[in-house]
Structures are given as structure tokens and as C-alpha cells.
């Protein structure tokens, strides 16, 4: 089963315009990423931030984490159509060893409209 | 971008006949992965390897089999195909070496099966 659930599953903005992506998760994790993936492509790694940090910034990225509620956003400042694409949370509940792994969320779907 | 190529990219293929996925990659990195996607469940783990020789089973390896036989190439067998297989399948690297985790997966652009 998915260990992140990403909200909404669908967004449509803007240009211009900031969008903000949720991310749950369920255990305990060691950090977590958001992923970009366009039409028909492989994914494409946005950000990582650790589970002892609290906010990242990435150019027009800002993701946050809260390992209390378990939940993480994503959010896109000034967006472009060029951010439209599929975003994706993933986590790892890596402690050493060889089973490092990430298990993805289903993703939001986001358009940019000109 | 990193080194990564699947083959084929795009495979037709009928039910019950034998199906090998290629992921080949060019930065020595330790980890491999392969990953199915479809419509409303994202991408689900099938198999993974952390070295040569060395795979373990993901969270949904029922039909599937791998191997790494060297450092470049892991394999991705469906034995019997079944139309549930039909999907996008992809492959990451990563250089994840314990004590220098950097965390990142590198995915290739997929292999689109359809099992009729």
C-alpha cells in the first residue's frame, strides 16, 4: 500500500499564481521527496528534505515538514504552464543497511493555464 | 542526465508468453529499481536490487522476476504475461551507499507493455 497520499489529486491555476501540494504519510520515515514527472516521462527528483528539518527552499520550491502530523506540502511559487506536470511525495524509512527504498504516493496532477 | 536506457520502450505482447525488460546503466550506482505505474495507484515497487546478485521483492512482485548479473544491467522477466501487467513500467538508480545517502532516485523514461 501507498505510504504517501498526496491532496488534492488534481489542481488547476494560473500562471502566475502559487500551487500548493499536500502530502500524508503513515510510519515514521527518514526524509522525504517530491518528484516531477511531464506526460509521458520518467520522474525527475525536486527536493529532498530530511525528517530533522522543518522547511526547504529549492529557486521557486518551498517544501515543508511536519513529522508530527506526518504530512509534508509542496509548495510552487509564481507557477508557469511549464509546471504543469505530475508531482509526487515519496519516503523512506531507511536506517542502514541494503533496503533503501521509496514508496510513492498516487500524485497530483497540476495545470498551469496561460 | 544520468545513464539510464530501457528496452524496449513500447512492447505489444500476447497473454501467457514470456517478457524481458532491460534497464542499463552507465554511473556504477549500487541500487536499481523497478517500478510499475498505473492510473489511480501511482508507482508501486516490484523488485529491487543492491548489488550484484543481490535483489529483493517490492510490494507488488507476484508475476515477476529479476536479475543482475552485472553492475550495469538488471532484468525485469514477467514468466507468463497476464493482462493485470499491462502497465508503464520504470527503472531508478540510485547511489545510495548507507553513511553517503544522498537520497536520489534517477528513473529512465519507461517501458509501456500491453498485454492483450
Known amino acids: 500500500s501507498q505510504q504517501g497520499e498526496e491532496d488534492p489529486q488534481a489542481l488547476s491555476i494560473q500562471e502566475g499564481e502559487n500551487a500548493t501540494m499536500n502530502c500524508s504519510y503513515k510510519t515514521s520515515i527518514n526524509n522525504l521527496q517530491w518528484y516531477r514527472q511531464n506526460s509521458g516521462r520518467g520522474l525527475v527528483h525536486l527536493i529532498l528534505i530530511r525528517s530533522n528539518e522543518r522547511e526547504k527552499h529549492s529557486g521557486r520550491l518551498r517544501v515543508t515538514l511536519d513529522t508530527s502530523k506526518k504530512s509534508s506540502s509542496l509548495l510552487i511559487t509564481a507557477s508557469r504552464a511549464a509546471d504543469t506536470a505530475s508531482y509526487f511525495c515519496a519516503t523512506d524509512a531507511f536506517r542502514g543497511g541494503s533496503n533503501y527504498k521509496l514508496t510513492f504516493g498516487k500524485g497530483t496532477l497540476l495545470t498551469v493555464n496561460p | 542526465d544520468a545513464g539510464i536506457t530501457q528496452s524496449p520502450r513500447h512492447k505489444v505482447t500476447e497473454t501467457g508468453t514470456p517478457v524481458t525488460l532491460r534497464c542499463h546503466q552507465t554511473e556504477n550506482h549500487r541500487y536499481m529499481y523497478w517500478y510499475r505505474q498505473d492510473p489511480g495507484h501511482g508507482l508501486r515497487l516490484i523488485h529491487y536490487?543492491?548489488?550484484?546478485?543481490?535483489?529483493d521483492k517490492g510490494e507488488v512482485s507476484d508475476g515477476y522476476s529479476v536479475s543482475r548479473s552485472k553492475t550495469e544491467d538488471f532484468l525485469l522477466t514477467l514468466e507468463s504475461a497476464t493482462s493485470s501487467q499491462t502497465s508503464v513500467y520504470f527503472c531508478?538508480?540510485?547511489?545510495?551507499?548507507?553513511?553517503?545517502?544522498?537520497?536520489?532516485?534517477?528513473f529512465g523514461e519507461g517501458s509501456r507493455l500491453t498485454v492483450l
Open positions: 536490487s543492491y548489488g550484484v546478485k543481490d535483489t
Open positions: 531508478a538508480i540510485s547511489p545510495n551507499s548507507g553513511a553517503s545517502n544522498t537520497g536520489e532516485l534517477f
